[in-house]
Structure formats: structure tokens, C-alpha cells
């Protein structure tokens, strides 16, 4: 298996988790000019966009670790374009959640980071 192959594999593992918590699951692997987010989808009146990181061992750190502040300034550019387009969601607050699965543990991570684009350096 590939590394495309197996980051797939992951990201359905981690949206059958999510759907588990009651999340529902609008679009996956949704991508655009500012860049992709793996899982977007609605969870307790959020439109939430979610980013998938899967590690085999911690010997290249923590899957959250991946998820710093250039990616994060991507999914929320990629968020603007998406809500762009599907105005029907405007009236829900946006959350940003990260979905860590290391070996085969998932642990899911709502409110992962705030909004923010490159230049405002928050990172969480």
C-alpha cells in the first residue's frame, strides 16, 4: 500500500468514527485553489472542517504535531471557499477539529485550532 493508499484507509477509518459521535458528513476530501480538507460535515449545530493525521509510530511525533500553523491557515482558506459556495450553512458557527489516529487509536480533537491565516502565527 501506498502513502496515498494508506491516508485514505485512515480517513475512512476516521470518518466512520466521527459519524459514530453523531457527526454528519457533508464532503470528503474537498479541494480547491487554497488547498483541501479531508472531512467537512456538521456536529452539534457546527459546520465543522476536519483534518485527518495518521502516524504508524511517534518516531516522527504526534499526528496533531503535522497539523501547524501554514496547514491550518490552508484549511481555513479552504473553509472561506467552501462557505462561499454553500451559503445554505451560513447560519452555523465554524469550528476546525483535528482527528489524530497514531497506529490504530483515534482521538478526535473539536475546537483543534481557531481561525487564522499565516500571517497571525497562532498556532495551538
Known sequence: MNHVEIGKNYEEKAALFLEKQGFRIL??????????????????NCLVFV???????TGAGMPEEAVGVQKQSKICKTSDYFRMGHRQYAHLQVRYDVVAVLSDEIRWHPNAFFYQTAKNGISW
Open 27 to 44: 464532503e470528503r476530501n474537498f479541494r480547491c485553489r487554497q488547498g483541501e480538507v479531508d472531512i467537512i460535515g456538521i456536529h452539534e
Open 51 to 57: 483534518e485527518v493525521k495518521y502516524r504508524k509510530n
